[in-house]
């Protein structure tokens, strides 16, 4: 559209986030042509830097080809920087000027502000931006921000309430790049977009939800930073939670953002509070045998971390969602740093066959898995005849592995997703201010008893599959093991 600009100020340009991540997506929508045609994009930061800088910094992280000398050239000619303070009302009168250039008689020109920035700055700079750098006319604000959303209820709340003060809820757009994954967004398909699921999606058919997340490596030198959150709010609190409320909610009345939304709220509001019993903490030490340096290290050997911190590494909670559907089934959400391998999925453990006709132990439950990362994936645990004379029953799989069955096809990075998606006015994708109100009330209790109450969480080994008495809780609750998970 010739009659409109669109700007991205990205503060907190000279950060991490803005070199692994932001930039590199702004590069990918760009040399794909789906970012709008118009784009300007300027960084904003504290350090004196040159767009020769920032390219230095950035460009590495872009995995662009010598072919692609050209386009980029043409990517960094629509770049800009401006050096500012984020608590100056004048340093933003300046980063206004700079968007104001792209003004023209007859152009609007859209501003979506992305802050790439820590949370203990949020307050200055959106009150800043609202004071200084509104759009004029009929051109849009959007503003994204990062988790972490506060740090429990109260804190939260309190971002929610200066936020609301400056900005419509349709101009925030809270990030949890979850939100953006390929086989999270597929949720909503498979559940809804199949007729065999839906009878079967309830108290009377499922055991039990399991939502795991695994990762291979420690904190790799950000402990200072995970120490002040810890596993619940790094992880659990946000994607799993997402994902619990994508696989839990009923059907929504179409999917319109807010539709979805009201949905998920529905079901976060039938969850109750976690309570201590229902959790297994535990926090990694290195393996002398380790074959890296980093695998010999354990989370208190990292420089960072606080001496004799009881910050956990692992948690397992246990999440009872009381309503017609769902009561009785355990949610059970799982994460980890520092263990044996990289993956998130969720697993529906169905009930056992009632009048099972078949010798003791032959059937297994069905399992549906949906395979997050990596290897995205769809398969159906279920029991098929072995093949020959006998009829012995066999575990099988109905497998729909993106890998071969949409070969050749690459599945994009959730920013790039979610960026597109503030680009063009879609908040589907992103977290209602009730929603994260209603995810803290779940897990504040047990976050400050923790912190009160200090209890050691359950050493387990750099590399493992997490403390055994997680494995144990989960058998306990109802889970019946059926091969890795
Ligand atoms: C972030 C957490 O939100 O998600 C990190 O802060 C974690 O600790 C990361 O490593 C995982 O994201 P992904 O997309 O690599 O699974």
């Keep these: 559209n010739h009659e409109c600009t669109d700007v991205i100020v990205v503060l907190g340009a000279s950060g991490d986030l803005a070199k692994k991540k932001i930039y590199p997506t702004l590069w990918w929508l760009y ?21 020769t800088d920032l390219k230095n910094r950035t460009q590495p992280h ?55 920035l820590p949370p203990s700055v949020y307050e200055p700079v959106t009150k800043n ?25 109260e804190s939260s709340a309190k971002l929610s309430n200066h936020l609301s003060e400056l900005f419509k809820e349709e101009e925030i757009y809270r990030i949890d790049h979850y939100l953006g994954k390929e086989m999270v967004q597929n949720l909503m398909v498979l559940r809804f977009g199949n007729r065999i699921f839906s009878p079967l999606w309830n108290r009377d058919n499922i055991a039990s939800v399991i939502i795991s997340f695994k990762e291979p490596f420690g904190t790799q030198g950000r402990g200072g930073y995970f ?42 509001k039938c969850i109750q509070q976690l309570k201590l019993e229902d959790v297994v903490l535990g926090q990694y030490v290195g393996d002398p045998e380790g074959e890296t340096e980093d695998s010999r290290l354990g989370y208190l050997d990292d420089p960072t971390v606080p001496d004799g911190s009881v910050t956990p590494t692992f948690a397992l909670a246990t999440l009872q969602i009381k309503n017609e559907r769902w009561e009785g089934v355990p949610f059970m959400l799982r994460c980890g740093k520092a263990l044996n391998e990289r993956k998130t999925e969720v697993r529906v453990q169905f009930r056992d066959v009632p009048g099972d006709i078949f010798p003791e132990g032959a059937i297994q439950r069905n399992e549906l898995i949906i395979r997050v990362q990596p290897g995205e994936a769809v398969y159906l645990k279920m029991m098929a005849k072995k093949p020959g004379m006998s009829i012995d029953c066999e575990e099988s799989e109905l497998d729909l592995t993106y890998g071969s069955r949409y070969r050749g096809v690459t599945l994009r ?44 969480p359950i050493t387990y080994k750099y590399g493992s599959r997490g403390p055994r008495e997680a494995d144990d809780f989960l058998t306990k609750s109802g889970f019946k093991y059926t091969g890795t998970y």
Excluded at 434 to 439: G, T, Y
């Design 31 to 51: 040399k794909d042509g789906l970012i709008p045609k118009h784009i300007q994009i300027i960084g904003y930061a504290r350090s004196k830097l040159t767009i």
């Design 62 to 116: 872009f995995k662009a080809t010598p072919e692609e000398k050209a386009q980029l050239d043409g990517f960094w000619k629509v770049n800009w920087y401006v050096a500012g303070s984020y608590d100056k009302g004048d340093d933003y009168q300046k980063l206004n000027k700079e968007i104001t250039k792209f003004e023209k008689p007859g152009k609007k020109v859209n501003r979506l502000f992305y802050l790439a």
């Design 129 to 153: 931006i609202r004071e200084n750098c509104m759009a004029i006319g009929d051109g849009w604000t959007r503003v994204i921000v990062e988790k972490p959303f506060g740090h429990d209820s």
């Design 227 to 268: 120490d002040e959150f810890g596993i619940i709010r790094d992880v659990m609190q946000n994607h799993l939670l997402q994902i619990l409320s994508l696989v839990a909610m009923e059907k929504p009345v179409s999917t319109g953002a807010e539709d979805i939304r009201d949905e998920k709220v529905k079901v976060l």
């Design 413 to 456: 990075d959730a920013y790039e997703r979610l960026i597109l998606d503030a680009f063009v006015g879609s908040q589907i994708h992103f977290v209602r201010s009730d929603e994260l109100a209603e995810a803290w009330r779940i897990f504040t209790p047990v976050l400050h008893q923790v912190e009160r109450e200090k209890p050691k």
